[in-house]
Structures are given as C-alpha cells and as structure tokens.
C-alpha cells in the first residue's frame, strides 16, 4: 500500500540548492541536521516541497521560531564566562564580509554617532564625548557561526548606561546599528541591557584598532560574532523590527551563544 504522505511525484531535490545558505544556517544552529532532505522538510512543515516558495516559507518559519525559543531561553541576569587577560589574543582575528584589504578606515576627527528613533536626546556624539563616559573592562569569548573562536579583551561604556544617558525607552523592542561598512545590524532590547553589551572602544587596553571597529562596535558575550558590527555610526531605538545584514541571507536574528 502507497503511503498516504508521498507525494505522486517525487519534487526534484534540487529546489533545495536555492535555499543553501539558510539551511546551512539552520544546521549551524543545530535546529535541523545536516543532509537536510525533502522528505525531512515535509515531515517537519508539512509544506509543499514541490513549490520553491513554500520550502522558502518553510525554512524561514523554522528559524522564526528558533529565534523566538532563543529569545524566550535568554536570561537577562546570567553572566557569560569570564577569562584571565593571560589568554587574551593580540591582536584579535579580522573577519568581516569583505577582505582586509578592502578596509576603509573611519576618521575618528570627524566620525559621529548618530541617534534615531524613541530617544530623548538626539544630539549626535563624537568620539571624545564618548571616552568620557565610565569604562567597563571584560574578558570574554568570541564564537563565529563559522566554527572558530578566539578570548578577547574589550573595554567600553555599557550600551545600557549610554541608552540610559540618552533617554531611550528601554521598553521598545529592538535596538537597530548602522555602519560605515554598510552592515546593518539589530538586536532585542534584552540583550541590549545585558551588562555585558558594550559599546567597545578598546582592545586589550589599547584603543580600538581600524581593523576590529574603531573607533565604537557592538560587543556582546551572549551573541555569536555576526551580531557585532563594527564601525558603528547610527544607533535607532525602535519598535519596528529591522533585521540585519546576514539575517537577509539566512542567518538567524537572534543569534545566541
């Protein structure tokens, strides 16, 4: 007898060939296991594997809903491992979308931050004005989605005392970056307030070099490294949710450790 859940023609397994980064995404995140087939698919969505679009609704559910037991997982008072300064790595690894000899340096003479959105204070800041601001020091592990890891040392005013400077509502959703690199980036206002997000300024004591952000990234222990832009240059409080630069091509929002 003809199982009631096969289809009466098999859809071709290369409609998944479209979907690769987000499924590769997905199996990073341990949501699904490698090898991910049609069958699987079916059996886990109940889609219609012969449509691209629905194995695209499908896999784009699934790390929908990854995101959201992350999110719910997320304890905002638990405190990433810490490291000696003994295993700091100097300098740190360079990874970025594009090669190091792309990099454009930021003039730190000129560079401003600029502030959007539910925020009282618009006024943009400049470098100096912000190395005035009480410095917070931790020693911390970077994971990349890609498998590799380093212990860095990064110091910084709290992104959580800087919010509160500036009079964000601290009730919105999300707090959304924008970069001289053009990677856009954002994240929940949880992890936003957790006292390990920094507004990183330095490097093992020593002020950021141009490679690894300066002159202001985004460092958090709670998230892998694609959820620490560089070259910071606009932060927007908001409401709406605005995604990121790998999230558009599959990666997970919420990307926690």
Known sequence: MRSPFRPQKPPNPAILDDHR?????????????AGLSLGALRLLTG?????SQSVEDALS????????????????NRLAPTYPASM???PPKFNAYFDITDLKPVDGRTWKLELAGRIADKRPWTAEKIATLPETSMVIRHVCVEGWDYIGGWSGPTL???????????????????TADDYPSSIDMATALHPQTLLATKYAGETLADPFGYPLRLRMATKLGYKNPKWITAIEVTNT??????????ENWFGGI
Do not use: H, M
Not at 47 to 51: M, R, T
Not at 62 to 73: E, F, G, M, P, Y
Not at 162 to 167: A, N, S, T
Not at 241 to 250: F, P, Q, R
């Open 61 to 76: 559910w699934i790390s929908t809903w990854n995101d959201r037991v992350q999110a719910a997982l997320f304890d905002p």
């Open 21 to 33: 980064p987000l499924i590769r995404s997905l199996e990073r995140r341990g949501l699904i296991r």
């Open 241 to 250: 949710y605005l995604g990121g630069y790998w999230e558009s091509l599959g």
């Open 160 to 178: 959580r005392s800087f919010l509160e400077r500036v009079g964000a509502d601290l009730r919105a959703k999300y707090v959304a970056f924008k």
């Open 47 to 51: 889609c219609d594997v012969g449509s």
């Open 88 to 90: 700091i790595l100097k």
